[in-house]
């Protein structure tokens, strides 16, 4: 379990894993994601909540998307941002990671938003940085991805209201994907009925029992009478290897076609973390289709990523500003 | 023609090309720049005007001197800017540019100021973006140029005021120049009395009769009296194709010198649209001399993006702010 | 001496070297930096001083960490400021630095600050920028590195009070140090009683004697009774020329361990411009020891910074804000 998320007083203080987080304070960074989502509407898209604050972006994999995300939220609650990449930093200098951290903790940073390939590299950094700082896992290895997943279940909720009654499936590459992870232990804090995963063994995880999920292999089983189909991004890397035969075979296993679509429910929403891979894991006519709801997930990301930077830095005196 | 540029009632909604722009539209880009250049010269060099709006500046193709300009212009009238290099984005990552655009839409992106080596580009991305994203031209392959074209304008009319009664000439690189192409358009829109174009006969469009303009090969002769002579970069890639000699032969026949400018109205201004080539285009003695007005072009394009910007971007009661 | 740094009436224009600069001048900038300082500890850590004014960040020599420190320190001024790195930029393009200049300066840009590899790049630079530009020397080649002199200084201040009491040493590659030359400088300037450098004699200047510093060539008795000690960053390069043996000899010899230290007065403090080599020129024991203030300086950097950029931009009545 992740080490010191919270305050004694159980706020949150760094954002680093679902794991070990109760229903409550997930269903308080959706609610305060539906505030934020309606300043996305006004004329002036910004609040002044974190004016003054400065958020570090360390970036030790290179992901534009996911940082856009988070250099627009922190811009849109009035933050200063830089954004790092570690590579061309001190680093090639010699220095430490350590050594790295506590200069830009000494420059006053309030935030890092940290990822890295390597799997515990936010926790890691949460460990040693100074009280005064806030850490954001935005994606460290195979681990967790908890703001994407927090933005999934904010998605779900807009659409489906009631996790207890729903049947959520997972479709691809369980075994190497931060995403999956973090949504499997999102969808389990908030109820769901009944989760799902959908994959070939080689990319399912040995530990998949404990996860409390139902195991499937063929999509026409797996996919029956669901109503959220969440479909991964295969990562090419993965089909270089002796994982999986190729790309036109996936699909047509595991690609998620119209067809295989309708054996979900006729209302089953589609989505995916991006980018995506059409014609491997999606087919076009899905992805762009009218159960999709993949760029409402974009959109909603930055909604989501905006209650996260806010609660783990603001006190409550201040949270009571965004309704004003 | 530039589909979809205005709005039903004519109002500018993208910003692509000069082609199909009517003469009142640009002299108010060139009216409410007069507002921006003042603000210049202010304290706090800042409007709110654009406050909230996120504008993300799309570069294909490297160009720190037009994207810093974008940039400030931005920043001046108060937006979030954010810039990406699409070579380092998601592209690497096999996503289709379509996707990478309905992903910037989906966080609430204002606007795009792309510029591609690919002519058509800006026009492509205006046809697929969602409505409420505006789209700004800023270079597309050999096509237009047009906020360059713009700020072409404006300087012209700072110093010759009355266009019909003005002698043009435009020296270069007229096949490859999007820059020129725009200027013609602009020009021709404003009604100047005569426009000349001198360059060798393997750097003229075959279709140089059909955009009204004298073709001359001769500085001498095409230099007579001209008030405004506008020279171009020379493109090295041009140099080692067939198209040319050398920079030396070239700088002999169609670089701009003070005896060649003698030829023109004694009180004629010098334009290029930068940077410049010392001794290829242009001497230096002509580039620092009193009748350049390169520098002031560079000011005045803060002034025209910032017009052009929220011009697209701005309704009509926000306009009026501008002047408060 | 450097040309031009201050004002007919003694103000600071561009700050480029602290040659030249009087005792009263670096007292005023520490007063203004503990000004700043008390900022950092507030909800908000910024103040609207440079709003509207426009800072280009010129690195021709790659830094993060001084950039993000001059980038933080103009964003808590309120500033814009644009990044550019010159090796990407039109350079690229065959554009000469004096056009490049010339270019940003016609944007209205305010404040250079500027980082390169040979020395001097900043002065010449301020003697080509128009009157209206204020210059920043952010380290050039082995010359001078004033503003990290500036926040070495305000260190000792804050520990030490009274400069002429003082018996300073500093350790290491005096010779290709534009620190240390700072450094000697402004300590002199302040009326230190004592400097000292220790250094082996191929890193030590010829000129050492005109610079009004003891030499010591062994540890031991140049620590002896010391204040403040301040060790200097081993560049590698050095290491693979005939200048010297290995680091590991290095470090024996003129790496700050404990029992050297121990030599120094009880109370000593011991500094590092960063980013450090651990077992190279300092223990990590004493990096991270109890007399260490190294990340004090980091700290200090910004406040420093804010005072210098403000002073060089500000008039006497915007001062005043400051305070208010």
Excluded: W
């Amino acid at each position: 379990m992740s080490h010191n998320q919270l305050t004694e007083s159980g706020r949150l203080h760094h954002f680093l894993s679902i794991e070990g987080l109760k229903r409550p304070l997930l269903t308080e960074i959706m609610d305060r994601a539906e505030q934020f989502s309606s300043i996305s509407h006004q004329q002036v898209k910004k609040v002044p909540l974190l004016r003054g604050k400065t958020i570090v972006n360390l970036f030790f994999e290179n992901s534009t998307r996911t940082r856009t995300t988070f250099e627009l939220a922190a811009k849109r609650l009035s933050a200063d941002v830089i954004s790092l990449n570690i590579n061309t930093s001190s680093a090639s200098k010699g220095e430490s990671l350590r050594d790295t951290l506590h200069n830009l903790e000494a420059m006053h940073s309030d935030m890092f938003v940290v990822r890295h390939h390597q799997s515990g590299a936010a926790e890691f950094i949460a460990q040693h940085v100074a009280p005064h700082v806030s850490v954001i896992n935005a994606g460290d290895g195979c681990h967790a991805h908890p703001t994407q997943a927090m933005l999934d279940m904010f998605t779900i909720r807009r659409h489906k209201q009631h996790f207890p009654d729903l049947r959520v499936a997972i479709i691809g590459d369980i075994l190497h994907s931060r995403v999956a992870r973090s949504q499997i232990q999102a969808l389990a804090t908030l109820g769901v009925g009944e989760i799902r995963v959908i994959a070939p063994k080689t990319l399912l995880p040995t530990d998949c029992k404990t996860l409390g999920v139902h195991v499937y292999h063929d999509m026409n089983a797996g996919l029956k009478d669901v109503d959220v189909v969440i479909t991964l991004r295969l990562q090419n890397e993965r089909m270089q290897g002796a994982l999986l035969p190729s790309s036109k075979e996936y699909y047509q296993c595991y690609g998620l076609t119209e067809r295989k679509l309708s054996l979900a429910k006729p209302d089953a929403i589609v989505m995916h973390p991006g980018p995506i891979n059409r014609g491997v894991e999606i087919a076009s006519a899905v992805a762009d289709g009218p159960q999709s709801v993949i760029l409402e997930q974009v959109t909603h990301g930055i909604a989501v990523r905006m209650a996260i930077m806010s609660m783990t830095l603001g006190s409550q005196a201040e949270l009571y500003e965004v309704t004003a």
